[in-house]
C-alpha cells in the first residue's frame, strides 16, 4: 500500500476554449486545473486556495504556488477551517513543499511568525473565549490528496476544540465511518506559538495551541500518508483514530516535540506505522483504548474476521521521547515521560522490527488502562457507556476498565533505555491483569545490544508463556510507575498505590513548554507534475511532462521563507471562465483509483 494510488492511463489531449467558453463544457474535457497565486512568471487563475476549491469538480486538481497563504475557509460553514475542502477526489497539490504555506497567523504576518500579536484565535464562542481554528479540514469528502505543503499556526480555541493542522475528518464524534480513500504525501505540520511559551504564562498548559499535525478520524480508507514531518503538537504529532478498521499506511513519519508523536484512539484493523522516526517527544508512539468521543472502543488490531493481527508497528526508529517540556494538553499530556511505545488498553496489536533506543522509563509497555473519563452522551444514548471494557463505575466515579491482551512484541532491537533507574522502568515491561479466557500479550526474540535485555517482569519472554494462549499478566513495578509518572493520568484501578516521594521527584519536572523551530528544508516532492494534466504550469510532450519548468522550486535543501508573497493582500484574479476565454489550453487525464477537537461535525 505504500505506492501511489492512481496511474496515468492517457497521454493529455489539449482541448482548445473557445471564447463561449461553459462550465459544462470545461467539465466534459476532463479533470480541470485550478492554478493558485504566480509560478515562475505565469499568474494561476486566483490568489486564494480556498477560491480555487470553491470552483473545483469532484476530480479536479488544484496547484499553489509558493506563497504565504492566510486563508478563511468557509465563513458559514460550521467547520472552522482556513482550507475546508467537502468536494470529492481533489488533488490539492503545492509546486514547493518548503514554500507553499497554508498558515494560521493573521495577514500580513511573517511566515508562521511566533509573535504572540500575530496569533488568529479564531471566533468567539459567546463566553468570552475563542473556538479556534483548524488548517486544512477535509471534511466527509473522499479520494481527497493533499500534497507537498506546509501548514502551521493552526490554534485551539478556549476549550481546547480545533488547531488540527490537517485534518482528513469523517465525523468526529459520531461512531461512524464517514470518509474513506484519501492521500497526503510530502507534507509539513507545526505551530510556532503555544501559550505556555509566553513568559507571562511560563510552564502553562493552557490553550490557545496547535493540538494535532496530521490527523484522521472516522475513516476507513484505504489510505496513505507518506513522508511526512509534524511538531509542537500539545496532544499528538501524528493521529489516526475512531477507526475499528482504519485500512491506514502511516509510512516514513518523523514525529517531535509533542506530548504523543502517534495517538490512535480507538483504532485498529489494517493499520501500519512503518518506516518512520519519533523522538524528543514525551511518549514516542502510543496506541490507546478510551472510553470517549472517539467511540466505538477498544482498540482491536485483529484483522477484519477476526483471525491474526492486522494492526503493525514496525521498521521505526523510536529514540529519546523524554521530553517533558514539549507541549502538552489532557490527557495526552499525562502520558508516561521517557516512553518509546505505549500499548494502552489495546488488543492484538504486532510490534516487531522496531529500533528502540534512549527512552529513560521504557522501551516498550503493554498496559491496561482503568478510564475515568465521562463518556459523551451520544455514545451513552448508542449504548456505548462502556463499550469494550468493564465497567466499574460508582455512583462517584465512572470507570471503564480496559484490558491489554493478544498483543505481540517481537524481534525489536534494544539499546541504553530505562535510565530513570525506578523500579519497574526496563526495555520491556507487561503491567496488566491475567489475560484468560483471552490470548495473553507475548514477547519473543527482543534483544538489546548490551547483551542484557532488561525487562519487568524479569526473563519476560519466558515468563509470560507462549503467544496465542492465555497467560498470567503482571502488576508489578511498572504498574506503579505507570501512575506514579503521570500524576492525575489515573485516580484509581485493581491496585491503589502509593506514590511516595522518592518516586515521583525522580522523574523530570516540567520547566515550562518549549517548542522547536520550524524546519523549512524538509524534501520536497521530486517532481510536482507528476501526474497532473497538462496546463500552464505543468507542460507536456507526448505525455512526458517538461521539468525544466518546475526545476527552481524542487529542490530540496534549505529554502528561506523571507519574502514569500503575502497572498491575503492581493487582489482577486479575474474569473476563470475569463481567462479560459482568452485561449488557456487544458488537457484531461483518466485516473485509475482503487475531541474534542472540533465543532460542527
Known sequence: MGGRRYAV????VPVVVAAAFSGSAAQAAGPHVWRVGTFNGVGGQFTSIQDAINAARPGDWILVAPGDYHENGVPSAPQKAGVLITTPNLHLRGMNRNTVIVDGTK???????????????????GSGGTVGRNGIEVYKADGVYVDNLLVCNFLSGSDGHNGNQIWWNGGDGGGQIGLHSLWGSYLTASSSYNYGTDPANHGSTTVPMGQYGIFTSNEGGPGVIDHTYSSNMGDSAYYIGACSDCNMVLNHAHAQNSALGFSGTNAGGRLTIENGEWDNNKTGIGPN?????????????????????????????????????????GIAGSVPPGTGILLSGVENFTVTGNTVTGNKAWGVVVNDFPDTETPPADAVAAGAACRGGTDASTPAQELCYYQAYGNQVSNNTFSNNAGYRNPGNADLAVAALPSAPHNGNCFSGNTDTSGTLSSDPQQIQTVLGTCNVPNQGNLGPSFVQLVCSTPGALSFGPVTPACNEPVVTSYPQPDGVKLMPIPFNQATMPDPCSGVPSNPWCPSVSGTHVKGLVAASTGGGDASVVGLPDTSEIEAAPAAAGLLAAGISLGGVVLLRRRRRGVGR
Open 289 to 329: 483504548t478510551l472510553n470517549n468521543d472517539d467511540w466505538p472502543s477498544p482498540a482491536n488490531g485483529a484483522c477484519p474476521g477476526g483471525t491474526g493481527s492486522c494492526s503493525v508497528i514496525t521498521g521505526n526508529n523510536v529514540h529519546d521521547n523524554n521530553n517533558v517540556d514539549s507541549p502538552s494538553f
Open 9 to 12: 492511463a492517457l497521454t493529455v
Open 107 to 125: 495577514a500580513g504576518s511573517q511566515p508562521c511568525d511566533a509573535s504572540p500579536l500575530a496569533q488568529s484565535f479564531g471566533a468567539s464562542d
